[in-house]
């Protein structure tokens, strides 16, 4: 057993032996890392070397974008080694560099071999650098600016190896981007701000940050200056004053306003009672009064603003206005409410309850319900009536409806329609255009008007009245003889016949029935007799 096993081993080295002495050398090699993307030139790898002469049959091998140069080495033992080029994509490749061994000058022929090198390429992973701002205006960091000033302009310049990007923030609010900024001190508010601008740099979604920033104070810009001096007016009772105002600045804006101590009202254009006023928002105001009831003192102020937006106020102008003697007079009277009753017939009376007036005099106002006078006072033609209240020489107006007076029926005597069944009526006759009429049954007419009744011989069981007077002429048409009425008597016949024709109709219904099931009985017991299947006779 054992000389068994110890004959295989010795086989199986000698059928290695051969192997090895006839395929070429393969020499395990080293492993390189690349970078995608990156070029590299004449980079040296470790060089390979032999006991004995080596030899080249070619000098580049190459894959993935890399060559490999072969050289022998002056010692004529080994094999120099570079490689160059750009890999074209991420992945392990390698590159056999073949050379052979030995020379022939004993007739042999030389040992070929490889020797295999590793390329391990990798994509590039490349930083952003920290950008560098190589200009920033204006220069100076540090400015103060009023609200009147101009729009300034920033500008800002960076580089950087990756995209270069530019935010812009004021008191830390990004406000827009690009490398150019402004702002419009106008739109400010007087206070310290910053201003801001952050530069990214920025690859394979990552980014380095450098920013700049400037301190920008801004002051309040130049109010209007007011030039004029205040002055102040007088209106005795009646008439007018005026106030002007003057300043200098740059699309000035003028409103008055009055003032009592720390509060002031606005002065809008119009009339209000006995005050008017024009050019409440212009540099001249001007006060008008048609009536002062009493003595009083009013003061005015303009304010004045700028294309800034600032304000100058003037000092306060005086107006004073004396009583006028005719203060106490009615001025004006209105309707406060209507009368209770606003509609009426022809020849009623106005009724004043419920009316009330409102009486303006110079000092005051009064509301009424008595005192005043209503025309006219007896409504005497149909249709829409004005009426006119008068008070203190003053008047007011409404209106009223006014409509015909009702008409008053006067009644016919009784009269007889001698149609079937009969009917009492009568007309009235008070005028042309009435054609009011009331119209009874005989029966109805019988126990409400019995006397009448009796009168006319009407009784319970008559048809026709019983009269020896000629026949009374009826308003009404006499009954079409084609179409006579249908009594109580003809009604009852007739639903006589109907249910004789009904009890007929059931009549033959039920004979029909029991003819029906004799037939059916006749077919089945007698004419139809039952199959029977012949028997075979001999």
Request: proline fraction near 4%; glycine fraction near 8%; hydrophobic fraction near 35%.
């Amino acid at each position: 057993m054992k000389k068994k096993i110890i004959s295989a081993l010795l086989t199986f080295v000698m059928i290695v032996t051969m192997l090895t002495a006839m395929c070429p050398g393969v020499l395990a090699a080293q492993t390189v890392e690349l970078e995608v993307g990156k070029t590299y030139t004449n980079e040296a790898l470790a060089p390979v070397t032999e006991s004995v002469n080596v030899g080249l049959n070619e000098t580049t091998f190459s894959a993935n974008g890399i060559t490999v140069t072969a050289a022998v080495g002056d010692d004529g033992k080994s094999v120099n080694l570079t490689y160059s080029g750009t890999p074209g994509g991420a992945g392990v490749f390698s590159i056999k560099v073949t050379y052979y061994t030995g020379d022939n000058t004993d007739g042999s022929t030389p040992a070929a071999k490889e020797y295999v090198v590793t390329f391990d390429a990798k994509q590039q992973t490349t930083d952003a650098l920290l950008p560098e701002i190589t200009s920033a205006e204006p220069s100076n960091l540090q400015m103060t600016i009023k609200q009147t000033d101009d729009a300034v302009k920033f500008t800002v310049e960076a580089t950087g190896n990756g995209t270069i990007t530019y935010r812009w923030r004021v008191d830390g609010i990004e406000v827009a981007s690009g490398n150019v900024f402004t702002i419009v001190p106008e739109d400010m508010t007087v206070d310290v701000h910053t201003v801001e601008c952050v530069v990214s740099n920025t690859i394979d979604n990552t980014s380095k940050h450098n920013s700049v920033k400037w301190t920008v104070t801004v002051e309040e810009g130049d109010a209007p200056k007011i030039t004029s001096e205040v002055t102040s007016g007088k209106i005795d009772g009646t008439g007018s004053a005026s106030f002007v105002v003057t300043a200098e600045g740059d699309d000035l804006k003028y409103q008055w306003y009055m003032v009592s101590g720390t509060k002031k009202e606005k002065v809008v254009d119009g009339t209000y009672g006995a005050i008017e006023y024009k050019g409440a928002s212009t540099n001249k105001l001007t006060v008008k009064c048609t009536m002062a009831p009493k003595d009083a003192s009013t003061k005015f102020i303009c304010e004045v603003t700028g294309a800034n937006g600032l304000m100058t106020a003037t000092e306060e102008y005086v107006l004073k206005i004396t009583e006028d003697p005719d203060a106490e007079k009615v001025q004006k009277i209105e309707i406060v409410k209507q009368p209770n009753k606003t509609s009426y017939v022809v020849g009623e009376t106005l009724d004043e309850d419920g009316l009330k007036i409102k009486v303006i005099t110079g000092k005051d106002e009064e509301e009424i319900t008595t005192g005043f006078v209503c025309s006219p006072a007896y409504l005497e033609e149909e249709g829409k009536q004005t009426i006119t209240v008068s008070y203190g020489g003053k008047t007011a107006t409404f209106t009223v409806t006014v409509e015909a007076a009702p008409h008053e029926h006067e009644w016919s005597d009784w009269q007889v329609d001698n149609s079937t069944p009969v009917k009492v009526y009568r007309e009235c006759i008070a005028g042309d255009d009435c054609t009011a009429k009331e119209m009874l049954s005989k029966d109805t007419f019988i126990v409400e008007y019995p006397t009448i009744a009796a009168e006319l011989g009407l009784t319970m069981d008559d048809n026709e009245p019983e009269t020896d007077d000629e026949p009374v002429d009826t308003q009404e048409p006499a009954a079409d003889p084609e179409e006579p009425d249908t009594t109580e008597k003809e009604e009852e016949k007739k639903d006589d016949k109907k249910k004789s024709g009904n009890g007929i109709l059931w009549a033959i219904i039920i004979i029909a029935l029991i003819l029906l099931v004799l037939v059916i009985f006749f077919y089945f017991k007698i004419y139809r007799k039952p199959y029977k299947k012949p028997t075979n006779r001999r």
